[in-house]
Structures are given as structure tokens and as C-alpha cells.
Antibody, heavy 118, light 109 residues
């Protein structure tokens, strides 16, 4: 049974870089169609951040693309997200998930709250 | 890209059927059969309920069904149950090879 777990700092200062790792267990990261990141600001809706493929290819939300880097580490069975120059508007619960078809994420991490504040 | 449009809330009585709409454009829903629906209970991760417009993942009740007409996708919940009370989100593939979520709908039973 695949399990995903987000990890990273829960507090990031404005203008700094937000870094998160998603550790995958019970399933080879190389076997998935793709992996994704989705975020949800407190009390608001879901926002797609981007996808990373086992080959290393990526697809990013245009509104975040200039600040976003996603990568996969097959040796550690994990994938990561880096978002630069963060502001309070980036405060959200960040979810990592496994993609089985376009827009279809069938397994999700529990979510990690990241607060941007000085 | 603007979020897909969903009604803010939909309500129904136990046993009834309800339908949640998700309206986009010819650049997303209207051009691709890559529409998924998620159920999200408070403080929980979303759960995939429907993908590829009308496919149910293993383990999802057949009371949930999806459809699409033109630029609008729909999720129907039949035989409404108390446990269906939740937030629901649609998401579509777009012509830019990106994904766009809907605004979300709160279902009250």
C-alpha cells in the first residue's frame, strides 16, 4: 500500500525559499505515471502547483512557474518542491500525491502546513 | 488561468440525488475528457471520487457518477447519505497542459 509523507519547515520567512520533500513508501517512485503537489490556503480551495514525472520532466502552474522547481530522487524514493521568494500569500497546507491519469491523484499525503511569516 | 466555476453550496435530504456542476471553457473541460472529482472532509486530504469524467476508482461507491456536456462537467450523488456531507472539487486538464481546480462546493445533507 503506497504511503506519502510531506516533510519540511513549518515556518518560512518572507522572501526566503520554501522547501518540501515527499517521501514515498510501499511503492517505487519510478513506477508511477507522475507525482504532484497541490496546496490549499487556510479556509480556501485547492490549487494545483505542479507535476514531476519519474524521468524528471515537469509541468508547472503558470502563476508559480517563475518561482518553482520540482525534482525526483529515485535513489531515495522521494520527490521535492522548492518555491522561492515566498510571501504571506504562499501560506497553505501543501499536499503531495500520486498521479494515475491526467488530473487523477489517487493517493495523498496527510498534508503539511507551511506558514510564511517573519 | 481562472478557477472552474462550481456552486458554493448544494443541499439535499437523505436518499435524494444531487448534482454538482463544474463550468469551464473550450480550453479545458470542453476539449478534454480529463476531469476528476475530489471529496474533502474537514482537515483531511482530498479523496479521488471520479476520474476521466466518469470512471470510479476501486472502492468508491457507485452512488457517485460523473458526466460532461460541452464545457460543463457534473458530479451526481444518488441515495444521499450523511457521510456524503463534505466539500467537493472538480479539476480539469487544460490546453496549456496544466490543471485547473474548481472553486469547490459544500454539500450539506
Amino acid at each position: 500500500q503506497v504511503q506519502l509523507q510531506e516533510s519540511g519547515p513549518g515556518l518560512v520567512k518572507p522572501s526566503e525559499t520554501l522547501s518540501l520533500i515527499c517521501s514515498v513508501s510501499g511503492y517505487s517512485i519510478s513506477s508511477a505515471y507522475y507525482w504532484g503537489w497541490i496546496r490549499q490556503p487556510p479556509g480556501k480551495g485547492l490549487e494545483w502547483i505542479g507535476n514531476v514525472f519519474p524521468t524528471g520532466g515537469t509541468a508547472y502552474n503558470p502563476s508559480l512557474k517563475s518561482r518553482l522547481t520540482m525534482s525526483v530522487d529515485t535513489s531515495k524514493n522521494q520527490f521535492s518542491l522548492k518555491l522561492t521568494s515566498v510571501t504571506a500569500a504562499d501560506t497553505a497546507v501543501f499536499y503531495c500525491a500520486r498521479g494515475i491519469a491526467p488530473t487523477a491523484f489517487d493517493s495523498w499525503g496527510q498534508g503539511a502546513l507551511v506558514t510564511v511569516s517573519s | 488561468q481562472s478557477a472552474l466555476t462550481q456552486p458554493a453550496s448544494v443541499s439535499g435530504s437523505p436518499g435524494q440525488s444531487i448534482t454538482i456542476s463544474c463550468t469551464g471553457s473550450r480550453l479545458d473541460i470542453g476539449s478534454y475528457n480529463f476531469v476528476s472529482w475530489y471529496q474533502q472532509h474537514p482537515d483531511k486530504a482530498p479523496k479521488l471520487m471520479i476520474y476521466d469524467v466518469n470512471n470510479r476508482p476501486s472502492g468508491v461507491s457507485n452512488r457517485f457518477s460523473g458526466s460532461k456536456s460541452g464545457n460543463t462537467a457534473s458530479l451526481t450523488i444518488s441515495g444521499l447519505q450523511a457521510e456524503d456531507e463534505s466539500d467537493y472539487y472538480c479539476v480539469s486538464f487544460t490546453s496549456s497542459s496544466t490543471y485547473i481546480f474548481g472553486t469547490g462546493t459544500k454539500v450539506t445533507v
